[in-house]
């Protein structure tokens, strides 16, 4: 169904390694997506998932000279709740860590990207989703195209964070396109949920893929889990086999 050779029979039948769809989506170019002069906006509810989603659309903006700014709305400090180990005081220093290396991975220009951090509490964005609207206007124009988890992803807070953003975007004349996370990994029966019809394909070469996997490892913290306390790793294996595919998929 798709040409990749990672041990696809011993993972789950999960939408983005079983959905028939995929070989029939779109492929566009990134100067059609991002037309030339236009700034990319990446807004990520927590850390990682600007990486996880758009890890290698970034490095195709970066090396093509397009402006760039990323929006971290939380700290990602509360993915490890009950955690000795992971305290949410150890992560809020932590996570911001891992994703300085996670961007110096990705070969971005740290010394010219722009990046607003939001100081939102993680897992509870969705009580604030009119001020979380506010704030993203803020800092968009008119002209951007905008990039963020899709309102309908199944995580509250990336549902908030797709509603917010498709809002601020309208509000200000940018472009939104939605980018699903965790609905690649619903179940293959699932698949008739996902808007198809929006869906593209962005290529990406063998090096762009490598240095996003690479970059995705940078999360030291969420690789792992706490059997002992009943947390699952929140980078599990089907993700970390996912984003070794040849192409990103984007909702237009």
């Known amino acids: 169904m798709k040409s990749v050779s990672f041990s696809e029979a011993s993972l789950p039948a999960q939408i983005w390694n079983s959905a028939p769809q995929l070989d029939n989506i779109p492929v566009i170019n990134t100067q059609a997506l991002v037309p ?28 093509l000279g397009h402006p760039l700014q990323l929006i971290s709305l939380t700290d990602g400090s509360a993915s490890h709740p009950g955690s000795q180990q992971w305290s949410e005081k150890r992560l809020s220093v932590f996570r911001p860590q891992e994703s300085v290396e996670a961007l110096r991975r990705l070969g971005l220009p740290m010394h010219s990207l722009k990046w607003i951090r939001g100081g939102f509490t993680d897992n509870a964005l ?64 699932d698949g008739e949920l996902i808007p198809w019809h929006r869906a593209r394909k962005v290529r990406l070469d063998t090096w762009t893929v490598a240095r996003k996997s690479h970059a995705t490892h940078a999360y030291a913290s969420q690789l792992d889990g706490e059997p002992a306390i009943g947390l699952a790793p929140s980078l599990p294996r089907s993700l970390l086999e996912r984003i070794r595919l040849p192409y990103e998929i984007v909702l237009v």
Do not use: M
């Open 36 to 63: 030339a002069g236009a700034r990319a906006v990446l807004i990520a509810p927590h850390p990682g998932d600007e990486v996880v989603t758009c890890g290698g659309l970034l490095q195709l903006l970066s090396n």
């Open 126 to 189: 969705v009580e604030r989703e009119e001020q979380i609207t506010h704030f993203i206007a803020r800092y968009l124009r008119p002209g951007d195209v905008v990039f963020s988890t899709w309102c309908e992803d199944g995580n509250v807070d990336h549902d908030t964070v797709g509603r917010a953003c498709a809002k601020a975007a309208a509000s200000v004349g940018a472009t939104y396109n939605d980018v699903p996370f965790w609905a690649w990994h619903w179940p293959a029966r």
